[in-house]
């Protein structure tokens, strides 16, 4: 009888634990390059799973995998998890994002334009 009854609190220890979130990618405190980024783990065990208050798909084995946009700068991802017992866990990373440079014309090139469009406009009335 004690034998059944350990068996039984051995196999619901994940319920009693509540949920578990593991994130893969990104890596917290992880700077990038790129504004689009993608977000995947696992979450075995969940009911509900959601990114940044948004809910997310999770497939049976409990992972998932989304995109997320970024704003430049400091960003913070919030996963949160809901088990069927409603036990909640959360997990926070936080990101920067660094946009790449652009070129931004210099002042020679939009001359260089100008001088063309003139000369172009010069010739047309000599004609």
């Given at each position: ?18 949920p ?34 948004r ?6 084995e ?23 017992g ?42």
């Open positions: 009888m004690g034998t059944i009854i350990t068996y039984g609190l051995y196999q619901s220890r994940g319920i009693l634990s509540g578990l979130i593991t994130i893969t990618t990104p890596q917290n405190g992880e700077t990038v390059f790129e504004p689009l980024i993608q977000v995947s783990g696992s979450a075995p065990r969940v009911k509900d799973l959601t990114l940044n208050g809910s997310i798909f999770i497939n049976m409990g992972n998932f995998d989304e995109r997320l946009l970024l704003l430049p700068g400091y960003n913070i991802i919030e996963l949160t998890a809901r088990d069927v409603g036990k909640e866990a959360r997990r926070t990373i936080e990101l920067v994002y660094q946009p790449s440079p652009t070129p931004t014309p210099t002042a020679s090139t939009t001359t260089n334009v100008e001088e063309e469009r003139v000369a172009t406009t010069s010739a047309e009335f000599t004609q």
